[in-house]
Nanobody, 124 residues
Framework: QVQLVESGGGLVQAGGSLRLSCAAS????????MGWFRQAPGKEREFVAAMRWSNSITYYADSVKGRFTISKDNAKNTVYLQMNSLKPEDTAVYYC?????????????????WGQGTQVTVSS
């Protein structure tokens, strides 16, 4: 079994930055894709960013493009989400997810493992 543990959430003022981390542990595996999703209060969970593990190709939701950056550290089995120029509408619980197979990077259903989530709150 694979466990994903997110960290780095918190409270930040609008315009500020946070870096989320997602560490994978347990049974060793190489994901096809690592992704970040978020769920704001009263809303459905949505895609934020993803990275193909083998070639580091990245994908972003339009709402975060140019502000967020996904990256990884192979040696640490960790994926990061650097969030800059944060806005109040970025407030949500952020989830890390791993896809073992060649699924769509933006579809929740294609991800096999999920972290517990970390709260990000952006004050105005």
């Amino acid at each position: 079994q694979v466990q994903l543990v997110e960290s780095g959430g918190g409270l930040v003022q609008a315009g500020g930055s946070l870096r989320l981390s997602c560490a994978a542990s347990g049974r060793t595996f190489t994901p096809y894709t690592m992704g970040w999703f978020r769920q704001a209060p009263g809303k459905e969970r949505e895609f934020v960013a993803a990275m193909r593990w083998s070639n580091s190709i990245t994908y972003y939701a339009d709402s975060v493009k140019g502000r967020f950056t996904i990256s990884k550290d192979n040696a640490k089995n960790t994926v990061y989400l650097q969030m800059n120029s944060l806005k109040p509408e970025d407030t949500a619980v952020y989830y890390c997810a791993a896809d073992k197979y060649a699924g769509s990077y933006y579809r929740e259903i294609d991800y096999d493992y999920w972290g517990q989530g970390t709260q990000v709150t952006v004050s105005s």
